[in-house]
């Protein structure tokens, strides 16, 4: 089977209906969440973050930094969701077992079919795990930005809120502009 071309900035993300980890509290572990949840009409953006599989060494790295960053991503009204072809039952699982993991304070999406990573592109041909990319969609539900790493190397959280911050601006950010910076008048 061949791959699928990768979803490219200026796309619509794809729609999905998958199973999320929510909380730890018995009887509220899980939610469905829907790509209706990104498009809506109180103008948030999506950050969508994927990691290869649970229970491995560079993934925890990255979803601690990503929950301990939720406040700054809150405050620029994104949702924050991270992502993998594992199940919900792992990921409710790898929460109990992770200390760094037991408070996340964003749900844990669960692409078990790998439908969702395969509509993106991110699936890799031999293992069938989804890469490290990262998605960020406006709120009309258009990929603005894609970040993709290999497998054995994690992803910059700073980047992602530096990147967010400039598509939010809405103007044109010179190369490594940061917030409260001039941005470029034409």
Request: include cysteine; aromatic fraction near 10%.
């Amino acid at each position: 089977m061949e791959a699928r071309r990768m979803i490219s900035v200026g796309e619509r993300f794809p729609e999905f209906k998958k199973t999320a980890v929510v909380s730890l509290e018995k009887g509220k572990e899980f939610f469905d969440l829907t790509s209706e949840n990104l498009v809506n009409d109180d103008n948030r953006w999506t950050v969508m973050f994927w990691w290869p599989k649970d229970f491995t060494f560079v993934c925890p790295t990255e979803i601690a930094e990503f929950n301990k960053s939720f406040e700054e991503f809150k405050d620029r009204d994104t949702h924050l969701i991270g992502a993998s072809t594992d199940s919900e039952f792992v990921h409710l699982a790898w929460r109990k077992d992770h200390e760094d993991l037991r408070d996340l304070k964003f749900p844990m999406l669960a692409d078990t079919s790998k439908s969702l990573a395969e509509d993106l592109g991110i699936l890799e041909a031999n293992e069938k795990v989804a890469y490290r990319a990262t998605f960020i969609i406006d709120p009309l539900g258009i990929v603005r930005w894609i970040s993709v790493n290999d497998l054995s190397v994690g992803r910059n959280v700073k980047e992602v809120i530096r990147v967010l911050d400039a598509l939010q601006t809405d103007e044109l950010c010179p190369c490594n502009w940061e917030k409260g910076e001039a941005t470029l008048e034409v």
